[in-house]
Nanobody, 122 residues
């Protein structure tokens, strides 16, 4: 059974940076597209970035484009979300998800990480 374990996150000041990690166990992450999602307080969950199996293709929501970078290291069975120039509106719970189909991973996933809190505040 595939498990996704997230790490990183926490508190950052506006303009700061954080990196999230999503490590898979029990299966080869290279067989899955990976998406990152967030849920802000009082709002619905939104997809913010996704990456194809090889890492060749990526897609970003307009709200994070140019500030966040999704990547993966299949040798380490891990995907990442580098978040730069953080804004208070980036505050929320962040989730990674894996889906056998890249395009599906931009919207949903068969497997989900446990979620991690990101708070951007001065």
């Amino acid at each position: 059974q595939l498990h996704l374990v997230q790490s990183g996150g926490g508190l950052a000041q506006p303009g700061g940076s954080l990196r999230l990690s999503c490590e898979a166990s029990g299966i080869t992450l290279a067989q899955y597209g990976v998406g990152w999602f967030r849920q802000a307080p009082g709002k619905e969950r939104e997809g913010i970035a996704c990456i194809s199996h090889s890492g060749h293709d990526t897609n970003y929501a307009d709200s994070v484009k140019g500030r966040f970078t999704i990547s993966r290291d299949n040798a380490k069975n891990t995907a990442y979300l580098q978040m730069d120039n953080l804004k208070p509106e980036d505050t929320g719970i962040y989730y990674c998800a894996a889906d056998p189909t890249y395009l599906n991973s931009c919207f949903d996933g068969d497997y989900w990480g446990q979620g991690t809190q990101v708070t951007v505040s001065s």
